[in-house]
């Protein structure tokens, strides 16, 4: 009875602990909205830059955006010391990242960008996303938080930047800390990438190609079959018209 008793509470107390562990572990938001089962959709690619945060060397990368209207993501990716890196922007991730980059190039127009403010993280906001990255592929899966900083490059070049610090992901594996700096031009780019109407505009452009049967200018045989079909109906109307007696 005492062994019984013994072994009962040692799971009650390991699954209180495994329980507290998830506790705090961080989730990254719930997506949104269920778009349409398509197929995986390239929508560009970026040239960008990475930097380190107490660095003035930019470092040329290409950011390559795709959207999967099957879970309504937009994930980006690079490659940095040999990973392929991918970060998933759900529906809020995107509003969260289009309000960040409205502030800063509000902020950039009234010249108010400081190199005081720009020692702040999250200077205009963060948003929790989750990121895979691999040697090969999407080994491995984290759920840090992306930061929406800016920092100055030179003494009138304030970047964008798109920041994450390293958190344990699977199998207890550092997810690896980015940090990407993007101009004002280059966030104009950006923008039109995250539009929601634009991503709309995309789902509906691959319905019509999905669904489309007859070619166009022509009548084809499915306007055929509606014409015998047609005819069909109008024989056996008249068929129902009874002759006058003469």
């Not at 938001?29 to 349409?36: E, Q």
């Not at 964008?160 to 980015?178: E, K, M, Q």
């Not at 109008?234 to 007696?245: G, R, S």
């Amino acid at each position: 009875m005492k062994y019984r008793y013994m072994c009962f509470s040692v799971l009650l107390l390991f699954s209180f602990v495994t329980g507290l562990g998830a506790c705090k572990t961080r989730q990254a938001k719930p997506n949104t909205g269920f778009t349409a089962n398509y197929p995986p959709q390239a929508l560009g690619t970026a040239h960008l830059n990475i930097v380190k945060r107490f660095s003035d060397v930019l470092q040329p990368r290409d950011i390559s955006f795709v959207f999967e209207p099957g879970s309504n993501y937009i994930k980006f990716h690079h490659k940095m010391m040999g990973d392929n890196i991918w970060v998933y922007l759900s529906k809020e991730n995107r509003t969260e990242m289009r309000n960040a980059i409205a502030q800063y190039l509000e902020a950039f127009s009234a010249q108010s960008l400081t190199p005081t403010g720009a020692k702040k993280k999250g200077a205009f906001g963060v948003s929790d996303v989750v990121m895979t990255w691999g040697l090969f592929g999407s080994a491995h899966k984290a759920f840090p938080e992306l930061r929406f900083d800016y920092q100055f490059i030179t003494p009138k070049r304030p970047y964008f930047i798109l920041a994450a610090s390293t958190v344990t992901g699977t199998a207890g594996r550092n997810s690896p800390a980015i940090r990407i700096a993007v101009s004002p031009a280059q966030c104009k780019d950006i923008l039109p990438i995250l539009d929601e109407q634009n991503l709309q505009a995309i789902i509906e452009d691959l319905k019509a190609d999905y669904d489309k049967f007859v070619p166009q200018n022509t009548a084809g045989p499915e306007k055929a079959i509606e014409d015998r079909a047609s005819e069909t109906e109008t024989a056996a109307e008249e068929q129902k018209i009874p002759f006058e007696d003469f």
